[in-house]
C-alpha cells in the first residue's frame, strides 16, 4: 500500500538529502549502479576485519602525515579518531589543532583518568580496513561491543534480490519535467549540469537513491506523472542509523531536489545497537521492498483514482471538512495546516481539495512539518487508513 505504519524509529523524510549528496560526494564515492555499488562493498568487506582492543591499554604514538596518532599500531582515519577522542572524553576538534606530541600526551592521559575510573577494562571494536590499492591497513571505527554491523554489502544483497532490476538510479530520471523550471527539463540536461546516479559510497557511510523509472499518470490528470522512490542508507562505521524512505513523487530536477513527495509511503530506520533489533530492521525493510516492487502500477493507479473522484466534503460547506476531520479523531492544531497545503496542491496540480485524496495530500504534507517523528508517524499512519475507506 502507499500508505503503512511503521515499526521502527522512523527518521524525517527530506526532499533535498539527495540534493545535498550530489553536491558534496567526489567523484570517487559515486558509482553507477546497484550492481557496482554491491561489487565495491563485497572488497570493501573482504579487506576488512574487526579486533577487539583495550581502549585505555592499547598504545598511543605518532603515526605520520595521513593520521596524528597510531593507536593499536594502526593509523585513524579522521573519523575513527573522532571517535577514539569521544571514548576517551576528549574534544576531538580542539585535540586535532594539537600538534602530534601533544595530542599523544592528552590522550594517554585521558587513558589513564579512564582506567582509573573503570572496574574492568573498558573494551572496544575496531573496524580495519586495507586501502584497496594497497599500503597499511586503518581504523575505519572505534565502537563499543554493543555495537551491530550492518555490513553495505549484506544489505544492498538483499535490496537487490528482493527487487531485481525495478529499482535504477535516480539518475536516470533525474530532470525530466522538472518542477525547478530550468535544471533539465523533459529528460535534456541543462548546460553545466553534472549527470549523477544518486548512488554513493564512503569509507563513512552509503547513501543510494533508487527509482522505479516507470511512471504512474498522476491521479489529478492532464499530463503528470508519479513516480515510486526509495533512499537507503547505511554506516558500517557508526556515523549514521540505518534508514530506508519509500515514497511516491512528481519528479527530480537535475540536482536530484525530489518534487512533490507529499504522497511518502513508509520510513523505516535503526540503531546498530543488540542483534535482535537490527535483523528486525534489515527484515522489515526487505518486507517493505518485496511489498512495494511486487505491487502492480494499474492497482495502485485504481485506488488513488478513487480516492481522487470520491468527495470527502461538499466543497460549498467547508466547515464540513473540520467537523469530519473531528469526528474521525484528526488534531485539531493540524486542521487548518492540512488545509492550506490541499488548496496549495489544488493550485499547483489541480487536485480537488475536497475529495479523499485532495484531503490526504494536504494531511500527509502538513505531517512533514511536524518536529517529533513520532507524531509524524502516526499522522501518517491516520491518513493511510483515511485513504483505505475508499473501495475500489
Request: some cysteine.
Amino acid at each position: 500500500m502507499w500508505y503503512a505504519s511503521g515499526t521502527m524509529t522512523t527518521t524525517t523524510f527530506d526532499s533535498h538529502a539527495a540534493s545535498r549528496e550530489y553536491f558534496n560526494r567526489p567523484a570517487d564515492e559515486e558509482f553507477r549502479d546497484l550492481d557496482n555499488l554491491i561489487s565495491e562493498t563485497k572488497r570493501r568487506r573482504d579487506r576488512s576485519e574487526v579486533k577487539e582492543l583495550d581502549l585505555c591499554g592499547a598504545t598511543i604514538r605518532e603515526a605520520g602525515e595521513t593520521s596524528p596518532i597510531r593507536f593499536a599500531g594502526y593509523p585513524l582515519t579522521p573519523w575513527a579518531f573522532s571517535q577514539l577522542c569521544a571514548r576517551l572524553s576528549a574534544p576531538a576538534d580542539f585535540v586535532r589543532q594539537l600538534n602530534p606530541d601533544t595530542i599523544q600526551r592528552v590522550l594517554r592521559e585521558r587513558q589513564a583518568r579512564r582506567a582509573g575510573e573503570e572496574k574492568e577494562a573498558p573494551m572496544v571494536r575496531a573496524l580495519i580496513t586495507e586501502p584497496p590499492f594497497g599500503g597499511q591497513p586503518e581504523i575505519r571505527a572505534i565502537l563499543t561491543p554493543r555495537y551491530e554491523r550492518v555490513w553495505d554489502i549484506d544489505l544492498f544483497s538483499r535490496v537487490k534480490r528482493t527487487v531485481g532490476d525495478i529499482l535504477k538510479p535516480a539518475g536516470t530520471i533525474a530532470g525530466r519535467g522538472s518542477a525547478d523550471g530550468g535544471a533539465g527539463q523533459g529528460g535534456q540536461w541543462s548546460a553545466g549540469v553534472r549527470e549523477r546516479s544518486g548512488i554513493y559510497s564512503s569509507d563513512r557511510n552509503t547513501f543510494a537513491f533508487m527509482v522505479n523509472p516507470t511512471p504512474l499518470p498522476g491521479p489529478d490528470g492532464g499530463d503528470q506523472l508519479l513516480y515510486r522512490g526509495t533512499i537507503i542508507g547505511n554506516s558500517e562505521t557508526g556515523e549514521r542509523k540505518c534508514f530506508a524512505w519509500f515514497f511516491a513523487f512528481d519528479s527530480i530536477c537535475a540536482n536530484h531536489i525530489i518534487w512533490g513527495a507529499s504522497e511518502k509511503i513508509q520510513t523505516v530506520a535503526f540503531r546498530h545497537i543488540g542483534k535482535k533489533s537490527v535483523d528486525r530492521g534489515v527484515l522489515e525493510i526487505e518486507r517493505i521492498l518485496e511489498t512495494w516492487a511486487a505491487v502492480q502500477p494499474e492497482e495502485e493507479l485504481d485506488k488513488i483514482l478513487m480516492a481522487s473522484k470520491t468527495p470527502f466534503y461538499d466543497r460549498n460547506k467547508p466547515d464540513e471538512r473540520e467537523r469530519k476531520l473531528r469526528a474521525k479523531g484528526f488534531p485539531v492544531h493540524l486542521i487548518d495546516a492540512s488545509d492550506t497545503h490541499a488548496e496549495q496542491r489544488e493550485k499547483t496540480h489541480g487536485t480537488d481539495r475536497s475529495t479523499y485524496w485532495g484531503v490526504v495530500c494536504g494531511i500527509t504534507r502538513a505531517a512533514q512539518e511536524l518536529p517529533h517523528a513520532g507524531e509524524r508517524l502516526d499522522i501518517e499512519s491516520w491518513a493511510g487508513e483515511m485513504l483505505q475507506e475508499c473501495k475500489v
